[in-house]
């Protein structure tokens, strides 16, 4: 069950990044972090209402572990947006977006290392397709090295990557059916961000506020997806590990590379599309192992 989760995931942040990118042109970086969880909150505590009244559960008891592991993730995932947004501004969406993605061999390198999770011989090929791509999508070359985008890209994936284990680590010690865990964890990560970026732009940009109230449909449309997009990774993550999840999620590429065409009007080089397909051959190996 956890495939059509993150099918739905991948979809959701592919249209999250794309709105992001349309109101970056206007709104600073800690606004347009700020879209993903203005509406996402009221969605949240409905989705959780909806979902006690359609099959009532226990209510949890949170204890230590699960406050550390949810504030790391919204910690991570805030990181993680402004180091995506900040490459939305150096190079164009499908590239930028398409670097953010070295999260999928991260989580599957951090997997392995720290939380008891294993690849089989495939499984290594598909992260080393994935980490030659992530090259070729840098702009990488001996004459030529782009420092700025390999590095945000890379930390851009780190983040997601933390924030994804330790989303995991919070759903399984829930000790409830599925779906009502990934709420919960749901729930708190999104309510934490919502209050730290609400709390930094009242302090240090209230006009940027008032800039998000005046374009409430592009606002509304990133924190729509953002949820949907989050409450398909929170629940595939419930239920399979993180490699496998990303290595999936990794089809984003294919519905990123659609909208930059599509919409955006960008062209992408050859070894742009290269990077791309690989991309999609090491989320197969990495699935098939």
Known sequence: MW?????????????????????SKDVSIAGVTMARFLWASPLVLGYLGLLYYWQPAAIPVFNANFFLF???????QIIATVFMVTLFKLRNYAIGAGLAKSEAVIAALLGVAFFNESLSVLGWAGVMLGAIAIFLLSGASLRQFSWPVMLLGLGSGLSFSLGSLWVRQASLQ????????????????ILLQSTIMFSYLLLREPATLSVLW????????VSFSSFFGSLGWFTAFSLESVALVKTLGQVEVLFMLLISSLFFKEKLRISDHSGLVLILIAAVAVIWA
């Open 3 to 23: 495939i059509p989760f993150a099918l739905l995931a991948a979809l959701m942040q592919a249209c999250r990044n794309a709105f992001q990118k349309q109101l």
């Open 214 to 221: 005046h374009r409430p449909k592009l606002t509304l449309l």
């Open 70 to 76: 949810i504030s790391g993730a919204a910690l991570t």
């Open 174 to 189: 829930m000790g409830l059916p599925f779906l009502h865990g990934a709420a919960w964890v749901l729930a708190a990560v």
